[in-house]
């Protein structure tokens, strides 16, 4: 009788611990999406998005990836499709529509008074239409950088208004960096100050991490300096991911929650084989067999 219940309670010990860990045998999660913008030669405009989605769609979801980030967004439209066509298209191949790079820039004179009443209502639009999309955030890929910290300013309040904007529509307002950003204006480095002059409740930042090596910055750095700040991060190389040694990927991965980062995001501008699918489904091999995503 004794031993039945050692027995017992050592299956309910085991038991337990598996439910803490899902199941015992269960695979682990891990999500990454990938920026559409590395098949546009393949879906970039709404006659190659009629042609194509579905096979390129279905084609992403069987490499592994769970979710996209649009880059084709035009009045009301994304890929020359309605909102919810678009997300109704994801969703058949098994893919979430979980965010966009969209830009609009200030004109002169809304850069000159600060006033930004016409580019607003453009957003007004904008956001309603990535809403209906599912998209969760919204990113500005880049915008004409001022030579001077007073404009650069400026951007950076338009940047707090559009978050404040998206923040009321349940949405996530971002900005995405290339290399130039780490250059400097009036010998401040311009990330820095674009950082420490946006609201953290209203602006997030999406760190493209190869861009930032490119630029000649340490991405965990600035994970450290601005924790919480990098709620999406875009996963580049020069190529394929983890082809080229350039990037610290090890280190970023042991920092993603210094960073506050919720969702990773591949991006691949050139392919070795000419052969996008090739090429992506490396790119998802790799983060399988990392511990970069959960």
Not at 31 to 54: K, P, T, W
Not at 74 to 101: C, F, I, R, W
Not at 159 to 177: D, L, R
């Amino acid at each position: 009788m004794r031993k039945s219940v050692i027995v017992l309670m050592s299956v309910l010990l085991l038991v337990t611990a598996c439910g803490r860990k899902k199941a015992c045998n269960e695979p682990v999660n891990k999500d990454f999406g990938v920026q559409l913008y590395s098949i546009r030669s393949v879906i970039g405009d709404s006659a190659l998005y009629a042609a194509n989605h579905e096979e390129a769609f279905k084609a992403l979801a069987e490499m592994g990836y769970s979710y996209v980030e649009a880059a084709c967004y035009n009045d009301g439209k994304l890929y020359g499709v309605e909102p919810a066509q678009y997300k109704a298209d994801l969703e058949a191949a098994g893919l979430k529509s979980l965010s966009t790079h969209v830009g609009h820039a200030l004109s002169p004179e809304e850069l000159k008074t600060g006033e930004f009443t016409e580019s607003m209502e453009w957003w007004d639009k904008a956001i309603a239409a990535h809403k209906e999309a599912g998209c969760e955030y919204i990113v500005v890929p880049g915008f004409p950088i001022p030579d001077n910290l007073a404009d650069l300013k400026t951007y950076c309040d338009y940047f707090n208004a559009i978050g404040k904007k998206c923040n009321e529509e349940g949405i996530a307002f971002g900005y995405h960096n290339h290399a130039r950003e780490f250059k400097k204006v009036e010998d401040t480095v311009i990330y820095d100050f674009m950082l420490e002059n946006t609201d953290p409740e209203c602006v997030f930042f999406q760190m493209d991490v190869y861009w930032a090596v490119m630029g000649q910055a340490y991405p965990v750095e600035y994970f450290r300096k601005y924790p919480g700040r990098f709620k999406t991060l875009h996963i580049k190389d020069h190529r394929e991911l983890g082809e080229s040694g350039m990037v610290g990927f090890d280190a970023i991965y042991k920092n993603v929650e210094t960073a506050g980062t919720e969702a990773y995001i591949v991006e691949i501008e050139a392919f070795t084989n000419d052969d996008w699918k090739e090429s992506l489904k490396m790119c998802a091999d790799y983060l399988k067999g990392s511990d970069f995503v959960k």
